[in-house]
């Protein structure tokens, strides 16, 4: 396999990061200076000079409370994009890193997973392909964590948790498929009268509104909470904060 490949799986950089390294010098293979597209063995030997671990190491990963209105990604449609809010006055007081806000920071900051326009919570961007691969590569298992507010069509004067089908809510945990795939299972319980918490390890488009539909749910309210160990804790809406050192999703 091509050498930025097989670099990407072992988790010492993304792809194109590899590609750059590659261009200037910095990876060795077997001792040799490795050239851009060359094949390789899992038995041959990889190694990066320390101005690519430098470089790394200036990268950034940002934590963002997405308010309702922003989209993750690109702006489509007349919205703003989520890293538009990385900005030195919207940076929480709280955080506590010792990195120094800079606008190049900016430069290829990019989401690691999605939240959709109408819904908040916490939102990763990063500089690091590691980071991305991490969370949404193909064979991630990173849990993320949300608070769902809830209507049910049939109450009949209850509370949605008291007039829900405990079959439905077991439909949710394990017997739901979405795009004519099954879902990997999740776990979906009841936190208040009128909110479900669901803890999920992939992340379709929608996924959680289209899993409500299915069982004749309405999604009113999504919060995201937690991506693996990091929570979203007290960060303000609006507001972002570093990865702190030492803080890791896995």
């Known amino acids: 396999m091509r050498v930025s490949k097989r670099m990407s799986e072992l988790g010492l950089a993304s792809r194109r990061e590899a590609d ?3 261009e200037r010098g ?6 040799e200076v490795a050239q851009l ?8 030997k990889i190694t990066v000079e320390r101005g690519a671990r ?12 997405k308010p309702i209105g922003y989209v993750s990604g690109q702006a489509e449609d007349g919205y703003e994009p989520a890293y538009t809010l990385v900005t030195a006055e919207r940076r929480w007081a709280q955080d506590g890193s010792p990195r120094e ?18 819904s908040i919570g916490l939102l990763v961007l990063t500089q690091d392909g590691r980071v991305a691969k991490q969370l949404i590569g193909e064979d991630s298992e990173i849990e993320k964590e949300y608070l769902v507010r809830v209507v049910w069509h049939s109450t009949g004067g209850r509370s949605p948790r ?3 089908p405990a079959r439905e809510l077991a439909r949710l945990n394990q017997g739901l498929a979405l795009d004519g795939k099954p879902l ?8 208040n009268e009128d909110q479900l918490r669901f803890v999920l390890r992939e992340g379709k488009k929608r996924q ?12 009113v309210g999504l919060k995201r909470i937690r991506i693996g160990r990091v929570l979203l804790g007290n960060l303000p809406v609006g507001q972002w904060r570093y990865l702190a050192p030492g803080e890791v999703f896995a």
Do not use: S
């Open 101 to 118: 806000f800079h606008p190049r920071q900016l430069k290829h900051l990019v989401p690691a997973g999605r939240l959709d326009i109408d």
């Open 37 to 44: 597209g060359q094949k390789v063995t899992a038995a041959d």
């Open 26 to 31: 910095w990876v060795r293979v077997n001792g």
């Open 184 to 191: 990997k299972p999740a776990r979906v319980e009841w936190e």
């Open 162 to 164: 008291e007039a829900f």
């Open 54 to 65: 430098e470089q790394q190491a200036e990268q950034v990963t940002v934590l963002i409370n």
């Open 208 to 219: 959680i509104r289209r899993m409500c539909e299915l069982v004749g749910l309405k999604v």
């Open 20 to 22: 750059e390294w590659i």
